[in-house]
């Protein structure tokens, strides 16, 4: 018997992007690792790159073979990116560990959640041109988090401002559709193809 697409859980890859310490990055992981929870159809493996040794030196086309986050990678049915924006740009330990790796990305959905002076717009952007070369589709709803420091109360915990959940749910659930779309290209059982 096949697994119905449109009742199948998805396993959603978070991916931290910031490896500075100390780092904006943590008290907005526990905010979206809080809301993330309370979404009933997905199961979250936080990567958090401040704690993969992904060497440079190590590249190869198509991918390294021996990547410690390959697998979770692959298992994926999407992403969610936490992104800051450093220097008009996404960080380099990100664009690292997207040359890491290349089929894990293919056929899958890419979300954003950006952060910095101007919520992170920049980086987002960029990021957008460099998924499709992977046959990754980034979804158009993003979650942008300006000046996030502003935001932080007395325990250092991050508090959202109006609307930033909202915006975090709409995108999940485009993440959502596009996971469901995609993934009988992916698993060919669940299309009813062997």
């Known amino acids: ?3 119905n697409i ?7 890859a978070v991916v931290i992007g910031s490896v500075r310490t100390p780092r904006m990055a943590d008290p ?4 979206l690792e809080r809301e993330l929870t309370t979404i009933d159809w997905l199961d979250v493996d936080l ?8 060497p440079m030196h190590e590249l190869q086309p198509g991918g390294a073979a021996a ?3 390959g697998g979770t990678l692959a298992n994926a049915d999407g992403f969610v ?12 330990p990100v664009k690292n560990a997207i040359d890491w790796h290349f089929t894990e990305w293919a056929y899958k959905p890419v979300a954003f959640v950006g952060y910095g002076a101007s919520g992170g717009i920049r980086a987002v952007e960029q990021l957008r041109a460099v998924f499709p070369e992977l046959r990754a589709t980034t979804v158009r709803e993003s979650v942008l988090l300006p000046m996030p420091w502003e ?3 007395a325990d250092g915990r991050f508090v959202p401002p109006p609307g930033s959940a909202q915006a975090l749910h709409l995108m999940m659930g485009e993440l ?3 996971a469901r779309a995609l993934r009988p290209i992916r698993v060919p059982d669940l299309a009813g193809r062997r």
């Not at 990567?47 to 992904?54: E, F, R």
């Not at 990116?81 to 380099?92: D, G, I, M």
């Open 151 to 153: 935001n932080l109360d």
């Open 67 to 69: 990547s410690p986050i």
């Open 81 to 92: 990116f936490l992104v800051p924006e450093y220097n008009h740009s996404f960080p380099a």
């Open 47 to 54: 990567i958090d790159l401040a704690a993969v040794s992904l």
């Open 6 to 12: 449109t009742d199948a859980r998805l396993r959603i």
């Open 28 to 31: 907005l992981a526990a905010w």
């Open 176 to 178: 959502r559709t596009w």
């Open 1 to 3: 018997m096949t697994e």
